[in-house]
């Protein structure tokens, strides 16, 4: 079975652009999550969803910042207009955390999308 | 709220070593997670703990959960060049099997 695929795995852009992440989970998994890394903050959770549902946005830094999730095989991360300072890596996870026995709580990693806003 | 940390934040060895590091909390966890991640890739699972006391090895890989249940160790025997990468640990919070709390990250890099 496929991992979680993310795309674009790099992107370039200026200031004032709006910026689209795109994440696929793993099939059959009903939590989806989106996390930042820099160096300077380490990893960071931004939102996750529940079978297509938000259900803790907290960690998204600003309304520039959105997130969906029309169905259980896809989601995007919005940026819209992008600053230099979200230049990081943005990485989407997704787990079967619903199911029942050991193991629920593993997350499974993309390789991540690198972004750098000029 | 719940925080987790890693120590030592970086590490450099000579291949052929073996490695320790650890994971504190203040707060009790029910299950820890050590993952390792190679640069440009995501964090990958490389040992999960389940229960106080348990020694679950994978490989050079042997991580402990340990009694108090506040900590947990992740040791790795006779180092190679591949074993460079950052090693996180991770466990979910209170009652909470979905989100995970993250530490800061080992970085491991091994000495030509």
């Known amino acids: 079975d496929a991992g979680v695929i993310q795309s674009p795995r790099h992107e370039v852009t200026e200031m004032g652009q709006e910026v689209t992440l795109r994440c696929k989970p793993i099939?059959?998994?009903?939590?989806l999550f989106w996390y930042r890394q820099t160096m300077m903050r380490g990893l960071e959770l931004l939102i996750y969803?529940?079978?297509?549902?938000?259900?803790?946005d907290s960690g998204m830094p600003e309304d520039r910042f959105s997130a969906k999730m029309p169905n259980a095989s896809f989601s995007t991360l919005k940026i819209q207009p992008s600053e230099p300072r979200d230049s990081a890596v943005y990485f989407c996870?997704?787990?079967?955390?619903?199911?029942?026995?050991?193991?629920?709580?593993?997350?499974?990693f993309g390789p991540g999308t690198r972004l750098l806003v000029l | 709220g719940q925080q987790l940390n890693q120590s030592p934040q970086s590490m450099f060895i000579q291949e052929g070593e073996d490695v320790s590091m650890n994971c504190t909390s203040s707060?009790?966890?029910?299950?820890w997670l050590w993952y390792k991640q190679d640069p440009g890739e995501g964090p990958v699972l490389l040992i999960a703990?389940?229960?106080a006391g348990e020694l679950t090895s994978n490989g050079r890989l042997t991580a402990q959960f340990g009694i108090t249940r506040k900590d947990s160790f992740l040791n790795i025997s006779a180092s190679i060049p591949s074993d460079v990468g950052i090693y996180f640990c991770?466990?979910?919070?209170?009652?909470?099997?979905?989100?995970?709390?993250w530490g800061a990250g080992t970085k491991l890099i091994i000495k030509p």
């Open positions: 099939s059959g998994h009903d939590y």
């Open positions: 707060s009790i966890f029910n299950t």
């Open positions: 996870a997704s787990s079967a955390a619903s199911g029942r026995g050991k193991g629920k709580e593993t997350q499974y």
């Open positions: 991770a466990g979910p919070p209170g009652d909470s099997n979905y989100q995970l709390i």
């Open positions: 969803f529940n079978n297509n549902v938000p259900i803790d």
């Open positions: 703990l389940y229960k």
